[in-house]
């Protein structure tokens, strides 16, 4: 598979799960592919998306799903964009994460299997959630340009 192929998969939103790593690595920035595919994190309060107050969507920066809604996303004070809510649950997917000193924590991923962040029990009603996400794991998309 070439570059021109795994955008094509992209843009289809198609067997997203069957592009290599080595293309990854060509088609996002380093910090990018650090978060998406090696479960890195962001320093605190340095995400270009953390005060985006605009009404839209966000996107994953590599498989381009929508996962987030402007509606859902809340000032939570932690230094990563928070969301109470996913916008397509079918884009989502949380697992278990015990990687951090053995504590059990729940990833967020999406289903190609981007590392977007972590979900904490701490967040503000209806849900009681705090989705916490690496802003350079996402890509907004504004309802108006």
Sequence with gaps: MDVAQAKALISSGD????????????????EQYDILWKSGTERPFTGDLLKEKRKGVFVTSGCQLPVFSSTHKFKSGTGWPSFWEVFDRDNVVLEDDYSWYGVKRIEVKSKCGEHLGHVFEDGPKPTGLRYCINSAALKFIPDEP
């Design 15 to 30: 067997k997203l799960e069957t592009i290599p790593k080595s293309i990854w690595k060509q088609l996002l920035t380093p």
